[in-house]
């Protein structure tokens, strides 16, 4: 009995002294491009028809801990860009410059999911590891080109720029939820808003939770326009609001909001200092 509780008690200050040792993290929001006019009710379940926003295309910046993070990295090809005319369109690379961040300076990216604007920037860093789900990699490497498969919203030449970083040992699978990819910054699959999406959260004074796309607006956090058919989506946003300890503390993938409520200069939101 004595040996068992000395073991627990051991585990406890080990876990106590390893959350002791997580840096504190800055994180920035870097607004690349704005896509104008965007109908509400196609990204708010059962939003206002009649409401239209401009949405925010954007990078997250996280330092700290000896690492210059980027959690998505953009786009810069034009495959997409007709059907999702942007106004304001900075390439990602030369925007984090704008943050006092060269390029080179990078040291990882974390995609949150496979989609063009998201992991369409892989290839401007010349000396980041790149971690995304094994599952996202596995199946838009493979599956989704198939007959029957899904690869809509998929640029073929950003997979295979990630291919080529594969090949680079520049690639770094994450498996599954809640998996910790940094100290204090840990990974957690979404609800399949591509086939394995994933949002971090990153631990501190105070903690936040970086959504991408799992949730695309603030409006999205309110339960206002939610049916029975998206409880999926709910619990998970309901889970992000606990991670994060507030929903203040979670923050939208698109929403343009987060450049009036968190210090602002130009392109960048100051979401938290160290």
Not at 58 to 81: A, C, K, M, Q, Y
Not at 118 to 135: S, Y
Not at 158 to 171: C, F, G, I, P, S
Request: hydrophobic share 40%; no cysteine.
């Amino acid at each position: 009995m004595k040996r068992l509780l000395f073991s627990v008690i051991g585990v406890a200050l080990l876990t106590i002294a390893v959350h002791a040792q997580s840096p504190e993290y800055s994180i920035e929001a870097i607004r690349y491009a704005t896509s104008p006019g965007v109908p509400v009710a196609e990204l708010v379940v059962n939003g206002p028809k009649d409401q239209k926003v401009d949405i925010a295309m954007v990078v997250w910046l996280i330092r700290g801990g000896g690492h210059t993070i980027l959690f998505d990295s953009g786009f810069h090809r034009d495959t997409f860009v007709k059907n999702f005319p942007m106004k304001d369109y900075v390439r990602p690379d030369e925007a984090l410059k704008i943050a006092g961040v060269q390029p080179g300076d990078v040291t990882d990216i974390v995609i949150s999911h496979a989609h063009w604007d998201h992991m369409g920037g892989i290839d401007l860093f010349p000396k980041a590891t790149v971690w995304i789900q094994r599952e996202e990699y596995r199946y838009y490497t493979g599956d989704a080109w198939q007959k029957g498969g899904n690869d809509g919203g998929i640029d073929p030449q950003d997979v295979q720029a990630l291919v080529k970083l594969n090949t680079e040992h520049r690639v770094q699978f994450v498996d599954g939820d809640d998996v910790e990819i940094f100290p204090g910054i840990r990974a957690y699959t979404g609800s399949r808003h591509t086939y394995s999406s994933q949002y971090l959260r990153v631990a501190g004074k105070p903690t936040y939770v970086l959504a991408s796309d799992n949730v695309y607006f603030y409006l999205n956090l309110s339960a206002t326009f939610s049916d029975a058919d998206h409880a999926a989506n709910i619990a998970q946003q309901n889970r992000m609001i606990e991670l994060a300890g507030s929903v203040d503390r979670v923050v939208p993938g698109h929403d343009i909001l987060q450049f009036q409520k968190f210090p602002t200069n130009g392109r960048v939101a100051k979401i938290k200092e160290k």
